[in-house]
Every structure is written in C-alpha cells, then in structure tokens.
C-alpha cells in the first residue's frame, strides 16, 4: 500500500511540475512568451530583396546581437511573396518596398500591415543604350516599364519633371495613371506589362527603348543610377523603403529596436559608402 502511495505521489509530482511550464502564478499561459526567446535572447525573421536590403540587415546583424537580438534573413526577388508570407506571420517583418506599394496591397488584399521605420530612398532612374540626352530622344520612342501600379505615378512624374509629357493637373502623384498624360509632344509610347527584375536585361538587350528600372534591380545589373542614367529622381523622393509589420506589431520592442538600429550611425554611413550616392539613407528625423 505504501508503494501504492509512494507512485501516486511521485505522478502528481511530475503532473503540476507538467502543468507549471506554460503558466505563471495566476494562471496566465507563458508558453508563446518563452518560445523564439533563449534567454533574453530575441529571433527576427526578416524578408528582404537581395539588393541592398539583404546587404543593408548583413551589416546590421552584429549590432543587434548587442543588443541580443538575433537577425534570421529570408531573401526574395519578387514583390508579392514578402507581403504575403508577412501578412500569414512566416515573417515578423519585410525590408523590400516603398510606402505607396505596401499601400496598395493593403488595398488590394485586406491584409492588416503596416510600417514602422522609413530606412532608405532608391532614386528611380532612366535608362537608354542609344541616347546620351534627353534632346536625343526620338518621336514615338517606346518606354518600357514594370507591370506595379504603385509605381507608374512616380515614374510618370519623372518623365513630367524632365519635361517630356504634361499630367492632368491636381491629381495626387499616388493616383496617377497613363490615362492622366494631356500632353505627349514626342508621343511617347509607356508599355507597363514587365516584371521589374526583366528590366534591366530588356535595358541590355533592346535598342531604342528607355526603360524605367528601380535602382535595386539597377544596382544588381551593375548600373549606377547617377551615372549610367539618363535621368533620375531626385534625392528627396518620397518614395521611401521601409520595414513593413503586421499592424498588431507596431510596437514590438525588438522590431522598434531594428529600426533603431538601421537609423543608427553605422548603417547610414555604410549606406552612403556602399552605394556611393546610388541608395540614399532616411535618418530618423524624416
């Protein structure tokens, strides 16, 4: 009978010691606070473009083991499955894309993101194998473009600006699209049917094109946009990169603290000598 007891004792032992491990004091599950967290040790997935902002985090990662957070980076090169796998939480946050575009999927799908830091600005540029000025360019010359909407407002701006085209007047830049062009004189044909990361091969490949490249693809091709450019956005565009969260994440400590930390001095001044004038760093002030 002793043994009886002795075995019975030992089992509820073991069964509130069980029970004891996902709950604190008054009753409250612990169990998701301590998962991902070794320590005081924190783990960010991150999803990123390989150029810069794979390169940008890289950097980043041994300051925010400092700070005991520990950087895991998923590479993409499209501008759909960030979001997404964002939005399903594979991610707990994306670094790809300006602000105009996360507002358009969140438009698009319902899906409840956000932003939380403005890192950088990548000045769109012009790009043209067969002219070296914008006098040059011919009546009827084709524009090839990417098929992202939230893009065609901000490079049919850039056209404006150089003079070539005029836009309805009064309508936000956001909303701008090729039905908004009143005056064409070099009638000027824009084909926005092509995936950015084509771009740039397009560019290499046909003649008598200008094509509208982002400056990561541009960048990743081996082009200097303030070179090799025909013409390019200014440094001041608002088309700043940011680090995109779930809504329910904006206050995240650990993610607040990899803003912090890509605003931080080290980060900016990499920035500013990796890609010599090509990328352009948002500081915190902006």
Same mark, same amino acid.
Request: aromatic residues 6%; glycine residues 6%.
């Given at each position: 009978?002793?043994?009886?007891?002795?075995?019975?004792?030992?089992?509820?032992?073991?069964?509130?010691?069980?029970?004891?491990?996902? +709950?604190?004091?008054? &009753?409250?599950?612990?169990?998701?606070?301590?998962?991902?967290?070794?320590? &005081?040790?924190?783990?960010?997935?991150?999803?990123?473009?390989?150029?810069?902002?794979?390169?940008?985090?890289?950097?980043?990662?041994?300051?925010?083991?400092?700070?005991?957070?520990?950087?895991?980076? *998923?590479?993409?090169?499209?501008?759909?499955?960030?979001?997404?796998?964002?939005?399903?939480?594979?991610?707990?946050?994306?670094?790809?894309?300006?602000?105009?575009?996360?507002?358009?999927?969140?438009? +698009?799908?319902?899906?409840?993101?956000?932003?939380?830091?403005?890192?950088?600005?990548?000045?769109?540029?012009?790009?043209?194998? +067969?002219?070296?000025?914008?006098?040059?360019?011919?009546?009827?010359?084709?524009?090839?473009?990417?098929?992202?909407?939230?893009?065609?407002?901000?490079?049919?701006?850039?056209?404006?600006?150089?003079?070539?085209?005029?836009?309805?007047? &009064?309508?936000?830049?956001?909303?701008?699209?090729?039905?908004?062009?009143?005056?064409?004189?070099?009638?000027?044909?824009?084909?926005?049917?092509?995936?950015?990361?084509?771009?740039?091969?397009?560019?290499?490949?046909?003649?008598?094109?200008?094509?509208?490249?982002?400056?990561?693809?541009?960048?990743?091709?081996?082009?200097?946009? *303030?070179?090799?450019?025909?013409?390019? $956005?200014? +440094?001041?565009?608002?088309?700043?990169?940011?680090?995109?969260?779930?809504?329910?994440?904006?206050?995240?400590?650990?993610?607040?603290?990899?803003?912090?930390?890509?605003?931080?001095?080290?980060?900016?001044?990499?920035?500013?000598? $990796?890609?010599?004038?090509?990328?352009?760093?948002?500081?915190?002030?902006?």
């Amino acid at each position: 009978m002793k043994k009886i007891l002795g075995l019975l004792t030992i089992c509820l032992i073991l069964l509130l010691a069980a029970c004891g491990d996902g +709950d604190n004091e008054d &009753g409250e599950d612990t169990s998701k606070e301590s998962s991902g967290n070794d320590g &005081g040790n924190v783990t960010l997935t991150v999803g990123a473009q390989s150029v810069p902002h794979a390169e940008i985090l890289e950097e980043a990662k041994p300051l925010l083991e400092d700070k005991n957070i520990t950087l895991e980076i *998923e590479e993409y090169q499209d501008f759909v499955l960030p979001n997404d796998d964002l939005a399903d939480g594979r991610l707990d946050a994306n670094y790809f894309q300006h602000i105009p575009y996360l507002e358009q999927t969140i438009e +698009d799908t319902g899906y409840d993101l956000d932003y939380i830091g403005k890192i950088h600005i990548e000045p769109m540029g012009i790009y043209s194998q +067969d002219y070296n000025s914008i006098d040059e360019i011919p009546d009827g010359t084709e524009v090839i473009l990417s098929n992202s909407v939230a893009d065609h407002g901000r490079i049919l701006s850039l056209f404006e600006e150089a003079g070539l085209i005029t836009l309805e007047d &009064g309508i936000n830049v956001d909303d701008v699209t090729l039905d908004d062009i009143v005056e064409n004189p070099k009638d000027l044909t824009f084909s926005p049917d092509y995936e950015p990361a084509i771009l740039p091969e397009l560019y290499e490949s046909e003649s008598d094109i200008l094509a509208a490249i982002n400056t990561n693809y541009a960048i990743d091709a081996g082009l200097k946009p *303030e070179e090799d450019a025909l013409f390019v $956005e200014p +440094d001041d565009s608002p088309y700043a990169n940011v680090i995109a969260v779930q809504s329910e994440d904006k206050d995240n400590e650990a993610l607040q603290t990899l803003v912090d930390v890509l605003h931080s001095d080290d980060i900016q001044d990499f920035i500013e000598k $990796e890609y010599d004038g090509a990328i352009v760093p948002v500081s915190n002030e902006e």
